[in-house]
């Protein structure tokens, strides 16, 4: 499955989303596109979203950017799930765009939310 992770550039996203999500199983299995894995993208995110199968948003914070990539899957009627950490609060209007808004705890239940996306939009 080919899943594409959107974020705000602001958040510490090699640490607490990159790392976890290479060191898990789930890397293995499934291609994933982490936009600034290896600096500045030298691709469309549009299509890179085109063509995946299911959309991640961590939403913890509001990103203009983010927001725009997940209205590119909305339009290309992909499954968006939308993850924000606890204690935080997602734009409200994530919701008429996702499929689902999950609140994770850590980066080991930040993964666990990811495999569980997978296994139902899979």
């Known amino acids: 499955m080919k899943i594409y992770i959107t974020h705000s550039k602001d958040i510490e996203y090699a640490e607490k989303l990159y790392k976890p999500i290479r ?6 299995e499934h291609e994933f596109t982490l936009p600034y894995e290896h600096g500045t993208p030298e691709y469309s995110s549009k299509e890179k979203i085109h063509d995946s199968h299911l959309i991640i948003a961590e939403v913890s914070k509001q990103s203009t950017g ?5 209205g590119w899957a909305n339009m ?12 935080t609060v997602p734009s409200k209007s994530i919701r008429f765009a996702v499929k ?5 705890k850590d980066e080991e239940d ?3 939310k990811i495999a569980e996306a997978i296994k139902k939009y899979a």
């Open 66 to 70: 983010s927001g725009i990539e997940i």
């Open 100 to 104: 689902e808004m999950l609140e994770y």
């Open 23 to 28: 060191e898990s199983g789930l890397s293995k």
């Open 76 to 87: 290309y009627e992909k499954p968006i799930v939308a993850l924000y950490r606890d204690g």
């Open 110 to 112: 930040f993964i666990v």
